[in-house]
T-cell receptor, first 112, second 111 residues
Framework: EAGVVQSPRYKIIEKKQPVAFWCNPI?????LYWYRQNLGQGPELLIR????????DSQLPKDRFSAERLKGVDSTLKIQPAELGDSAVYLC??????????FGQGTRLTVV | AQSVTQPDIHITVSEGASLELRCNYS??????LFWYVQSPGQGLQLLLK????DTLVQGIKGFEAEFKRSQSSFNLRKPSVHWSDAAEYFC?????????WGAGTKLIIKP
């Protein structure tokens, strides 16, 4: 069975440019998470979806970050415009509600 | 507020030696606890989990962890480490379907 798939793996952009990340969760997993991980730190939750509904987006910087999960399957996370401080690894994870989360390999974003 | 503490930022162990990585949590109810491993440039892989029942849980790659409610701990152990175990290890607690993470412990293996 395929795991959580994320693309791209790496992205380098100039500041003030937009960027988007894509995630395809494990089939049947209704919960989807986006995390941001800075170097040497644990992941920080950005947003959690239950099916197509964003049930926790309290940590999402809404002035520049947006996310969507149309049809409750795959999801995109967008940053517009990107800032230097957004450089990090963006991780997507999915789970069955109440069960352990499975992670994708992440997208490493570098803003220059 | 719920929190997870991993007091060791990094640990160095000789290949073949035993390993224990510490994790302490602060949580009001019975916790769901996890250990994940992250190799360089990779995502997080679940090593093991505790939901209920036997407090000694077995995981993949020869790892085990013991839940001790009285000490609010969930330490990870392995009797003999291999060079391929070099990675960063994260402890996490589930708080209302949100994972609260420790800062991680980087494991360095000496040949």
């Amino acid at each position: 069975e395929a795991g959580v798939v994320q693309s791209p793996r790496y992205k380098i952009i100039e500041k003030k440019q937009p960027v988007a990340f894509w995630c395809n969760p494990i089939s049947g997993h209704n919960t989807l998470y986006w995390y941001r991980q800075n170097l040497g730190q644990g992941p920080e939750l950005l947003i959690r979806y239950e099916n197509e509904e964003a049930v926790d987006d309290s940590q999402l910087p809404k002035d520049r970050f947006s996310a969507e999960r149309l049809k409750g399957v795959d999801s995109t996370l967008k940053i517009q415009p990107a800032e230097l401080g957004d450089s990090a690894v963006y991780l997507c994870a999915s789970s069955l509600r109440g069960k352990e989360a499975f992670f994708g390999q992440g997208t490493r974003l570098t803003v220059v | 507020a719920q929190s997870v503490t991993q007091p060791d930022i990094h640990i160095t162990v000789s290949e073949g030696a035993s390993l224990e990585l510490r994790c302490n949590y602060s949580y009001g109810a019975t916790p769901y606890l996890f250990w994940y491993v992250q190799s360089p440039g990779q995502g997080l892989q679940l090593l093991l989990k505790y939901f209920s029942g036997d407090t000694l849980v077995q995981g993949i790659k020869g790892f085990e962890a013991e839940f001790k409610r009285s000490q609010s701990s969930f330490n990870l152990r392995k009797p003999s480490v291999h060079w391929s175990d070099a990675a960063e290890y994260f402890c996490a607690v589930d708080s209302n379907y949100q994972l609260i993470w420790g800062a991680g412990t980087k494991l360095i293996i000496k040949p």
